[in-house]
């Protein structure tokens, strides 16, 4: 079983680069945490303030290893202020 979140968010304007920046070193950091599959991000080639997340983890509870991170402490409070609204996020296990 693989438990899969997808997060969509979006910059403000003006933001692109440094969120770009910061999900590719985040990308760089989650990538070699215990469980995870993959996290990968994706920005949208029509609109570049758009962005998409897909993590995947072997279960649901490999997700402690990710929130356990030390990084995981510095994402949000860097993140946030460049979000023109909330993360959308989406979770589920695929069989």
């Known amino acids: 079983m ?8 979006q910059a403000k304007k003006g933001n692109e680069a440094k969120l770009a920046a910061k999900l590719a070193e985040a990308s760089a950091v ?4 215990k469980e995870t599959i993959s996290w990968f991000v994706m920005q949208d080639p029509k609109d570049a303030t758009k962005f998409c997340i ?3 983890y072997e279960q649901e509870s490999s997700q402690q290893y990710h929130l356990g991170n030390p990084y995981w402490k510095t994402f949000d409070p860097y993140v946030i202020p460049l979000l023109d609204g ?3 996020l989406t979770r589920w296990e695929e069989l």
């Not at 693989?2 to 968010?9: A, R």
């Not at 989650?30 to 945490?33: L, V």
Request: zero cysteines; glycine letters at 0%; hydrophobic letters at 40%.
């Open 2 to 9: 693989v438990y899969t979140i997808v997060v969509h968010l």
């Open 54 to 56: 897909v993590e995947r």
């Open 86 to 88: 909330d993360m959308d």
């Open 30 to 33: 989650y990538q070699k945490d």
